[in-house]
């Protein structure tokens, strides 16, 4: 497997990692909101900031993930008409 090849296997990885970290930051903006106190408008503030940094990251790895022809497919994906179904 090239770089390139591994880039595209950790890229969605990257993506949802960062995603995750968005999430959380705008869920302690609301918590630190709703709690109130000193300082809190400037915390939201940076946590906000943050998220919206996450977001251009986010959108950065996107580009570069299709940039490098999207995500390496598992060996067990298939586009068979036809093919086995595994449940687990």
Known sequence: MDD???LRVLLPHWITHNREHGSEF???AEK???AGGPESEK???ELTRAV???????DALEKA???AGGPVK???EHH???GHHHHG
Do not use: L, N, Q
């Open 4 to 6: 390139k090849e591994k």
């Open 26 to 28: 705008a869920s302690w």
């Open 32 to 34: 630190i909101r709703s």
């Open 43 to 45: 915390i939201v503030a």
């Open 52 to 58: 919206s940094a996450c977001a251009e990251v986010t």
């Open 65 to 67: 993930m299709a940039i």
């Open 74 to 76: 598992s060996p067990h």
């Open 80 to 82: 068979s008409h036809h």
